[in-house]
């Protein structure tokens, strides 16, 4: 089945302690992309990544950290979270350009206490 | 900058009714492409429709069509036969070709009632 998966799908940590988020797809697609959610602002994109060792920054770059060493993962790296980055987080892919149908996975719920 | 608006948070609408939200973007560029999102209790993110700027025959999937205002910068979401599983959070987003970013608007919650 073509999916976007993530994981964890919750978590729950505290201030400072490093944390990562999978995501993979197993569709071959060469665009990927991170969003966070929150309410009434919808979603903002956080990093994205063309292909392989290529990524960009989105709109709410600051405190994450990404990379993209393989075409199907696409990590997310909060290395020092705060309780602003509490937030549902979703990584999407698409076949090349973000034109394309973006394939969304289930998202991460996340709390920084 | 590219922004997407979406000015109703909440609409509802009765079963078999037709309902349209509503979404303005501004971007000074001139080769983009506008989406409609949906985003049910499962949080799962669909896209619902998607048209390219550069086409002036307006989307349509089905129940779902949409009115492209390219002058006006509006691209409103029309849903025919409103169904119980409509029932969902409703994003409008924008890409501009040249930045390879996907903005979104902060969303409409859609109720349908019996």
């Known amino acids: 089945e073509a999916q976007v998966t993530q994981n964890p799908r919750y978590l729950i940590t505290v201030t400072g302690k490093k944390l990562t988020v999978t995501c993979s797809q197993n569709?071959?697609?060469?665009?990927m992309s991170w969003y966070r959610q929150d309410p009434g602002l919808g979603l903002r994109q956080i990093y994205y990544?063309?292909?392989?060792?290529?990524?960009d920054k989105g709109d709410v770059p600051e405190g994450y950290k990404v990379s993209r060493k393989e075409k199907r993962n696409f990590p997310l790296i909060l290395e020092s979270p705060s309780p602003n980055q509490t937030s549902l987080y979703f990584c999407a892919s698409s076949l090349d350009r973000i034109y394309n149908e973006q394939f969304f996975g289930p998202g991460t719920r996340l709390t920084v206490l | 900058a590219q922004t997407v608006t979406q000015s109703q948070p909440e609409m509802s609408v009765q079963e078999a009714e037709t309902v349209t939200l509503s979404c303005t973007y501004d971007?000074?560029?001139?080769?983009?492409?506008l989406f409609w999102y949906k985003q049910p209790p499962s949080r799962q993110m669909i896209l619902v429709i998607r048209?390219?700027?550069?086409?002036?025959q307006n989307a349509t999937e089905n129940r779902f069509s949409v009115n492209f205002q390219k002058a006006a910068k509006s691209f409103s979401l029309k849903i025919s036969d409103s169904q119980l599983g409509d029932a969902a959070m409703y994003f409008c987003a924008c890409m501009v070709y040249s930045t390879d970013k996907l903005i979104f608007g902060t969303g409409t919650r859609l109720q349908v009632f019996p």
């Open positions: 569709m071959n697609h060469e665009y």
């Open positions: 048209q390219e700027a550069y086409k002036q």
């Open positions: 971007t000074s560029e001139s080769d983009y492409y």
């Open positions: 990544s063309m292909n392989v060792e290529v990524t």
